[in-house]
């Protein structure tokens, strides 16, 4: 079972960045294909972004295209998310999640295709 740890979240004020970490434990992250989901006060849980176990293929959520971008790096067993331009809207409870796949090139984006998550970290886009 991984543990996913996620931090980078804060008050950021509008066209700002940010990036998020989500630092994993007990497995290699290698072994996981890896997404990120936020979830709004009074929202379902959205999708944001995701890559493959390989790290070749990327998605994103059509109105992020442009903003975000998602990485991982193996060796560090961590998945970053780039957040440029933010905005108010971006304000969110922002989750990473692994996906316990053989398939190096899949990308998921639904949260059921998620086996293990993160409990989250704040991001306030505000001035």
């Known amino acids: 079972q991984v543990q996913l740890v996620e931090s980078g979240g804060e008050l950021v004020q509008p066209g700002g960045s940010l990036r998020l970490s989500c630092a994993a434990s007990g497995r290699t992250l290698s072994n996981y294909a890896m997404g990120w989901f936020r979830q709004a006060p009074g929202k379902e849980r959205e999708f944001v972004a995701a890559?493959?176990?390989?790290?070749?293929?990327?998605r994103y959520a059509d109105s992020l295209k442009g903003r975000f971008t998602i990485s991982r790096d193996n060796a560090k067993n961590t998945v970053y998310l780039q957040m440029n331009v933010l905005k108010p809207e971006d304000t969110a409870v922002y989750y990473c999640?692994?996906?316990?796949?053989?398939?190096?090139?899949?990308?998921?984006?639904?949260?059921?295709?998620?086996?293990?998550w993160g409990q989250g970290t704040q991001v306030t886009v505000s001035s």
């Open positions: 890559i493959s176990r390989s790290g070749t293929n990327t």
């Open positions: 999640a692994a996906d316990r796949t053989l398939n190096s090139i899949l990308v998921q984006t639904t949260t059921t295709q998620y086996d293990y």
